[in-house]
């Protein structure tokens, strides 16, 4: 799941539009001032980690040594490829670049870096705070996105949904219209977006907090013009129709949260996650909403979790839509729907 909007109960909507061509809604711009970083950025002020400061890195003075310290934390705590987290998380805490970790392994770091990298080092070992949560960003489709606690940390198995619409626009050149429910980071429309020069989209998040934040990352990447971001439920706010609608909604099983990896369960918000008690609640939305939203000849692209296709299918036949394909991820999962209107074909 990728977006921020991850409630189905049918609440009145709360137009509050971006400036620019995408979309046009009335309502109150968001500020497209990015948030504050919680990173120390180069040459820039450091930030003070507020969470507890471990001792394993007391003593050590070098870059190589602190990565040392850190990766054998996070192994001991069973993280997985942990000498490259460390280094990630180093880079951070000493505000440099990851390449600048290789590059100079014998760097003196000062008391205030170390304290911030265990500060890191803590966050991820102990809370299991995923590296892309403590950093802040996480890339998707070759492009940098912001996330906020109100935003879903995009997967690399989503970018199935952005390949998967690709592939069924005939024309990338077109001046479409693209609609996206549950936008998050926005990284699902900000990257179709990056693909289509002439197309303009909106993003749709019942959370304010992740409208705008993906209302930020359009400005970071020359997006703002074509993109606009609206908070309601699901298609409540939005006429007209799309050439092009892309949603990654909630799909587990209520009963099935818990047991999720704690990155996921403990740090993506709950709404991200919870698709009822039969994880299909939010299909039920999408299908009456696509059909009314979808233009003849268009395709609605869907993210589905393992052995959910089927019957997200049927739901979709019920109000209209025929299934085109199912996208497969990397992992061979059936992860990206492909659907179109009954006699309709790609756009």
């Not at 003075?61 to 997985?80: D, F, H, N």
């Not at 939203?293 to 296709?309: K, N, R, T, W």
Request: net charge neutral; proline share 6%; glycine share 12%.
């Amino acid at each position: 799941m990728t977006g921020g909007q991850r409630n189905v109960s049918r609440n009145t909507p709360s137009p509050l539009a971006g400036e620019g061509r995408g979309g046009g809604y009335a309502g109150t711009a968001f500020d497209a001032s990015p948030p504050t970083p919680s990173l120390p950025r180069k040459g820039g002020e450091s930030h003070t980690e507020s969470g507890r400061i471990g001792k394993l890195t007391e003593g050590v003075a070098t870059v190589a040594s602190a990565v040392a310290a850190v990766t054998s934390r996070l192994a001991a705590a069973g993280i997985p490829e942990p000498r490259r987290e460390a280094r990630l998380l180093a880079a951070a805490a000493l505000g440099v670049t990851p390449s600048d970790i290789f590059t100079y392994p014998e760097r003196p770091v000062d008391a205030a870096s170390l304290a911030r990298l265990d500060g890191f080092a803590a966050r991820r070992a102990d809370a299991r705070e995923p590296v892309s949560r403590i950093l802040g960003r996480r890339e998707f489709w070759s492009l940098d996105f912001a996330l906020s606690p109100d935003t879903l940390d995009p997967r690399p198995d989503s970018e199935t949904l952005v390949e998967a619409a690709l592939d069924h626009i005939r024309d990338r050149a077109a001046p479409l219209r693209v609609l996206d429910f549950g936008t998050g980071s926005g990284c699902l429309l900000l990257a179709l977006l990056s693909e289509l020069p002439n197309a303009v989209g909106t993003g749709i998040d019942l959370a304010v907090g992740a409208a705008r934040q993906a209302r930020a990352n359009a400005c970071a990447l020359g997006l703002a013009d074509r993109a606009s971001f609206v908070v309601g439920d699901w298609g409540a706010p939005i006429a007209g129709r799309a050439a092009v609608i892309l949603s990654n909604p909630p799909y587990i099983r209520r009963d099935a949260i818990a047991g999720l990896r704690a990155e996921v369960a403990a740090h993506d918000p709950r709404r991200a996650l919870d698709g009822g008690t039969d994880g299909l609640d939010a299909y039920r939305m999408l299908a009456g909403e696509a059909a009314r939203l979808l233009a003849p000849d268009g395709v609605a692209v869907f993210e589905v979790g393992d052995g959910q296709a089927d019957a997200v299918v049927a739901l979709m036949r019920n109000a209209g839509l025929r299934r085109l394909e199912a996208r497969r991820d990397l992992a061979g999962v059936e992860r990206g729907l492909v659907l179109a209107h009954d006699g309709g074909c790609a756009c």
